[in-house]
Nanobody, 118 residues
């Protein structure tokens, strides 16, 4: 079993920065990758970024250059640095982790609200 705890959401002005954290605990040795999705009001959930076991990050094309995903392996924590945020970045951000467990299993955090004011 894996638990994910997110933190760092809040209210930020357009053009500002925010860092989200996601701490993982539990049976993590079969981790494939961790990352983030987001869901804006009235919209479908959208994939944001992921980081794999080799610390290689991949991003939604429209977020490249603004969002940076890093990992602290010792703390089993990933960090999503959000720069030059815009009102369209307003969403609930969900951390996820994918593990190889008799197939691929995905675990989710509870979500953290990010609100960008114009």
């Amino acid at each position: 079993q894996v638990q994910l705890v997110e933190s760092g959401g809040g209210l930020v002005q357009a053009g500002g920065s925010l860092r989200l954290s996601c701490a993982a605990s539990g049976r993590l040795f079969n981790m494939i990758d961790m990352g983030w999705w987001r869901q804006a009001p009235g919209k479908e959930r959208e994939w944001v970024a992921l980081i794999n076991r080799d610390d290689r990050s991949t991003y939604l094309d429209s977020l490249k250059g603004r969002f940076i995903l890093t990992r602290d392996g010792a703390k089993n924590t990933v960090y999503l640095q959000m720069n030059s945020v815009q009102p369209e970045d307003t969403a609930v951000y969900y951390c996820y982790a994918r593990l190889s467990e008799l197939g691929i299993k995905t675990y989710w955090g509870q979500g953290t609200q990010v609100t960008v004011s114009s």
